[in-house]
């Protein structure tokens, strides 16, 4: 009878175990990957009857090729060959993804109640080091609702009513947490001037009481920067120094013709980079506006009149666009469901009462991306860039039209409503 060697059987034992651990991790790297390749590599052409590509005029019987996420080719139908590996989409219209350029979406939320608000901190009326970034939730219902009708960039954050709400960031409307959605951490400064901070806080209770507090604020952040590098760090003073040193921006609501001035004087005496938001009475200082170089988030075109804002416009975008004032737009905050508005619905009112259709549009698209700082990858059709793009069916300035299919990032994450 042979005697059982038990090294050679450890041997064997341990041969088999080491093929089935290769075998399995094998498996598994491929698994891996064939879910991640049509990710990454899938290759998509879409056609369509009128092709916006805000880096031109738009292409009658368009075609868009995109391959591996990126933009490959943008021509014309007649110009262009689709390979036949590509997976053909059509559409009645074609845009970029449209961008709203100022938002509380992801920090508020759908259904209205505490647990959901969280774009406006109540404790103190200045407040820059609060992060949009900790407080962004990628999985809520709002993002899906612009999503859907055609919006894959949005620069959100803290909204308006505290002199410093804030930090506000950019994002696509993707994804489900903060990382797989983020473009920008920190892109600027939510501040407010007007009426509707004393509403909130018990102090400012004027207008030259609140800009006391804000010019002291950056005072105080001037005299941080040039201090003792060993100082205790202060994450204000540290969110205002990226303002003062011209890495951030600061986005200032201020809806009286006089709010606007102030805010004006401010970055001046400052130097920082201003976008100036909601602007209701922007058209009675339009030359001072122009003269500054700042580009203007107008107010939402359908907001409700009242408070700061009773002397809102649908002529507004239209007189700036023409004065040659940079115009962007906004969803901004809304007190009521459903919460958000639909930046396209509100550019649609701004055509339908004087502003150009391609500048609207432009407004939608390259021009919110180049004031974000966002136009190298995202904005417009062209070679090279990022694949967000819609397919409308019809005109998207029509209230009746809807997005058949969006796209972000070469990948289609949503098909129709």
């Given amino acids: 009878m042979k005697s059982f060697n038990t090294h050679s059987a450890a041997k064997n034992i341990t041969s088999t175990a080491m093929v089935s651990l290769t075998t399995r991790l094998m498996v598994s790297f491929f698994m891996i990957l064939f879910a991640v390749l049509p990710a990454f590599a899938q290759q998509i052409a879409i056609k369509g009857e009128l092709v916006h590509t805000s880096a031109g005029a738009p292409i009658t019987n368009g075609v868009v090729l995109i391959s591996d996420g990126i933009i490959e080719q943008v021509g014309s139908q007649s110009s262009l060959r689709i390979p036949s590996a590509y997976e053909v989409h059509e559409a009645a219209v074609v845009t970029p993804g449209f961008i ?4 509380v979406v992801g920090l508020a939320g759908i259904y209205n109640v505490d647990s959901d608000q969280d774009q406006l901190e109540l404790s103190s009326a200045l407040q820059p ?18 999503r859907d009708r055609g919006i894959t960039t949005v620069h959100t954050g803290h909204g308006p009513g505290a002199v410093i709400s804030g930090q506000t960031m950019i994002v696509k409307t993707t994804g489900t947490t903060v990382g797989e959605a983020l473009i920008d951490s920190t892109t600027a400064l939510a501040m407010t001037i007007g009426s509707g901070v004393r509403s909130n806080f018990d102090s400012p209770g004027t207008r030259s009481k609140a800009i006391a507090m804000l010019r002291q604020q950056l005072i105080s952040a001037q005299e941080y920067m040039d201090g003792d590098e060993d100082r205790s760090r202060d994450l204000g003073k540290e969110a205002l120094a990226q303002l003062l040193n011209g890495e951030i921006f600061a986005v200032i609501t201020a809806h009286r013709s006089y709010d606007i001035m102030t805010a004006l004087r401010l970055q001046e005496e400052f130097g920082f980079k201003l976008l100036l938001d909601g602007a209701a009475e922007a058209y009675m200082v339009m030359d001072e506006i122009k003269e500054a170089g700042v580009p203007v988030t107008i ?3 359908m907001m409700r009149l009242g408070g700061d804002g009773e002397n809102a416009s649908f002529e507004t975008a239209g007189k700036l666009s ?3 004032i940079t115009v962007l737009f906004q ?4 007190g009521y469901v459903p919460k958000t508005r639909v930046v396209h619905f509100e550019a649609a009112i701004a055509v339908a009462n004087g502003m150009d259709y391609n500048q609207a549009m432009n407004a939608l698209t390259i021009d919110a991306a180049r004031v974000l700082g966002i136009d190298n990858q995202t904005g417009s ?3 090279g860039k990022q694949a967000d793009v819609v397919l409308f069916n019809g ?4 209230y ?10 070469g990948q289609v994450v949503s098909e129709g409503e």
Wanted: charged fraction near 35%.
């Fill in 322 to 324: 023409d004065a040659g």
């Fill in 299 to 301: 107010h939402p075109t």
């Fill in 331 to 334: 969803s901004g905050y809304e």
């Fill in 100 to 103: 709203d350029a100022h938002s």
């Fill in 395 to 398: 005109d998207p300035f029509e």
């Fill in 129 to 146: 080091e609060l992060r949009a970034f900790d407080a962004y939730n990628a999985r809520e219902e709002l993002i899906k609702v612009l």
């Fill in 381 to 383: 059709l062209e070679r």
């Fill in 400 to 409: 009746t039209t809807t997005a058949d299919r969006v796209i972000i990032g």
